[in-house]
């Protein structure tokens, strides 16, 4: 493609959001939001929200699939909040989609899980790649099914040492969704995404860390305080900048080394345009910690 083509398509991508944030800070808090699966609490630029189903090992039914379009549509709207922390409450992190809202006894029709995909997963992973902040998943706990793909879509993956991350799709004679098999063989390379998928083996944190996986193996106790950590630190950093860097690397897997440097300079004359690159320079010249503002 054309860097033309590219100067096209590259935008800041504020106006609707800007116009729809307006809407949403003038009264509208997400503190105030109240969820049956979910759990949610905004504090210091970090959304924090958990998986709430945990005797189903927050598997997703279709009420916890609505909340979290409506809390991530909230949360992409909140020009406050710089940060996501997802995770669990309970022993596991997600164990994918919950079987027992599947009928599948002898002589009904089969579910159309197309269709599940395109209502629910899909959106999904669009919506949290498209989040205009960092997103860290805290891995508290067993990430099975589209709970390990929905992880492994997030930006940074912290697991506690005990969490394991299994492909059990292959299992009930499905394949990998939720991105998985774009996501995976980026991460760990197609022999050992293969193996997952096709054996359905659990990777432990420890080995997910070795692999590249996930970014981080921490011990179970430190792991909520460590991840929320790191969440503040990335929440006080140049969000908008963030942004154009994930975009950057989600493009680079189909673009060409040409696309890609047309690409870098588009979203590099973006983040010179920003007040958090003004204020970078600034506070380096000057000695000084810089004050960033996500702006
Ligand atoms: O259908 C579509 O829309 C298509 C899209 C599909 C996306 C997918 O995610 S498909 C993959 C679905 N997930 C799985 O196949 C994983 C099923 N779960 C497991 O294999 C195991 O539970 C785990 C390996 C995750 C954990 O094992 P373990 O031994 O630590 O726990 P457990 O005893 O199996 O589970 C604890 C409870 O959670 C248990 O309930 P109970 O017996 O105490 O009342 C178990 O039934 C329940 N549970 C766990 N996973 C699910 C679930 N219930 C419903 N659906 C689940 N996915």
């Not at 997910?208 to 969440?231: H, K, N, P, R, T």
Request: net charge neutral; with cysteine.
């Amino acid at each position: 493609m054309s860097s033309k083509a590219f100067d096209n398509k590259v935008s800041d991508g504020t106006s609707e959001k800007e116009h729809s944030k307006a809407s949403l800070n003038q009264g509208n808090s997400l503190n105030e939001m109240s969820f049956t699966t979910l759990e949610l609490k905004v504090e210091d630029g970090v959304a924090l929200l958990a998986l709430n189903r945990p005797d189903r090992l927050n598997s997703f039914n279709t009420e916890m699939h609505a909340e979290l379009r409506q809390v991530l549509k909230a949360i992409s709207k909140d020009n406050n909040i710089r940060c996501l922390l997802l995770t669990g409450r309970g022993r596991g992190f997600c164990a994918g989609q919950d079987l027992s809202d599947r009928n599948v006894a002898p002589g009904t029709e089969a579910p159309d899980l197309g269709e599940s995909i395109e209502r629910n997963y899909n959106p999904l992973i669009r919506a949290l790649r498209d989040l205009p902040m960092p997103i860290i998943c805290a891995v508290n706990g067993v990430a099975a099914g589209a709970g390990a793909n929905i992880a492994l879509a997030c930006d940074i993956v912290v697991a506690a040492r005990s969490a394991n991350f299994i492909q059990a799709f292959s299992k009930i004679g499905l394949i990998p969704d939720s991105g998985g098999t774009w996501t995976l063989p980026r991460l760990v390379g197609s022999s050992r995404a293969k193996a997952l998928m096709l054996l359905g083996e659990k990777v432990s944190a420890e080995q997910a860390q070795d692999w590249g996986m996930i970014w981080q193996c921490v011990d179970d106790e430190s792991l909520q305080d460590q991840a929320l950590a790191m969440a503040r630190q990335l929440a006080q950093q140049p969000t908008k900048g963030f942004v154009y860097t994930r975009r950057a690397l989600h493009a680079s897997s189909t673009n060409t080394l040409d696309q890609q440097l047309d690409l870098e300079r588009d979203l590099q004359r973006l983040a010179g345009r920003t007040d958090d690159y003004r204020e970078g320079v600034a506070a380096f010249m000057e000695k000084r910690t810089p004050h960033f503002k996500g702006q």
